[in-house]
């Protein structure tokens, strides 16, 4: 009898256990806002991508917002915590001051912006991707390729965000041929893809011929212009080859769904510190993808040398967020 009641106890014991392990592994329920639309085959679609990575892989639960703007950011943080979310993200940089408010009203629920550069040492982090890196190499890429020693650049809206990018790019090409002119210009909008093209028109008046963007939606608006012109240009956050298989160069293309499951792993295996994370090339976060055969292999060769550097630690390619 006493053996009964003991292999009864043990049991009821492990019954417990298993319930305590379940109820530690249940999945979370994760929010995403976009600032645009989730299939613009860019910044925003890279991050949706990792959204349903989460519920695919881990179970979550999710939900998103699309078409968020700056002003509405707050708000739709606080409406997810208030409806029982566990992580939100914030894709943006302009997430980042949003995220620390309201972080302090519900601390049991992690907040992170992309590409943000604020954190509050506890819910509220940033994670941010190495785009100076890829955008240094396009630089290099855009400079081999131009005739003109010419080469236009179509940002979005100013920040330390975009500027990394636009400076990553100037850099790279004045390492690859230190007289060549780079044109910057910026659309104001991540959106507004006749602004973009406008932009784009600019800097093809003004003799550029090879023209890269990151400006999002409006960044297809200066890339299509080009393209109509037949002229070279290289594709932002996605592979954007899409549009023109002969003249989109490369795609510098951004793994925000790593980068998105790596921020969910933190939470989940207790290393979410509310700090600021990087992740580049090294990590496989950024990249670029093959370039096309209108590329020398000479060129070619010198650039994947240049990758390998920066993915050793060789060569940094330091994140300038600076207005030039």
């Known amino acids: 009898m006493k053996k009964i009641i003991a292999c009864a106890l043990i049991l009821m014991m492990l019954c417990a256990s298993c319930l305590c392990v379940a109820e530690t592994a249940k999945p979370l329920k994760v929010a995403l806002i976009l600032t645009g639309v989730a299939n613009d085959a860019g910044w925003n679609q890279v991050a949706y991508e990792g959204l349903l990575l989460l519920e695919k892989e881990y179970g979550c639960e999710i939900a998103y917002t699309e078409n968020c703007t700056t002003a509405d950011m707050a708000a739709a943080l606080t409406d997810y915590a208030a409806a029982g979310y566990d992580v939100i993200f914030g894709h943006s940089y302009e ?23 604020q954190c509050n040492g506890s819910n509220a982090a940033s994670y941010q991707l190495k785009c100076q890196e890829t955008a240094y190499v396009i630089g290099m890429l855009a400079a081999g390729m131009s005739q003109a020693q010419n080469v236009g650049m179509v940002s979005g809206v100013q920040s330390g965000s975009m500027n990394k990018i636009v400076n ?143 993915k050793a630690g060789v060569l940094n390619i330091v994140a300038d967020p600076s207005v030039r």
């Not at 995220?99 to 943000?116: K, L």
């Not at 290393?271 to 209108?294: K, P, R």
């Open 95 to 117: 997430f980042g001051d949003p995220i620390c408010e309201v972080g302090e009203m519900f601390p049991d629920v992690y907040f992170i912006a992309i590409e943000g550069d």
């Open 168 to 310: 990553g790019f100037e850099d790279g090409a004045k390492a690859y041929n230190a007289g060549i002119t780079v044109q910057k210009t910026y659309t104001n909008s991540y959106i507004d893809t006749v602004m973009g093209k406008e932009c784009g028109d600019a800097v093809l008046e003004n003799g550029a011929d090879v023209v890269y963007h990151c400006a999002n939606e409006s960044g297809l608006g200066a890339l299509n212009t080009a393209i109509e012109k037949g002229v070279y240009v290289v594709g932002d956050s996605y592979d954007q080859s899409f549009l023109s298989p002969s003249l989109v160069l490369t795609s510098a293309v951004y793994n925000v769904p790593k980068l998105i499951e790596k921020a969910y792993l933190d939470i989940v295996n207790g290393t979410f510190d509310g700090s600021i994370v990087e992740g580049g090339m090294a990590d496989g976060i950024v990249e670029l993808t093959a370039f096309n055969d209108a590329v020398p292999a000479a060129l070619s060769d010198k650039l994947n040398a240049v990758m390998d550097e920066i």
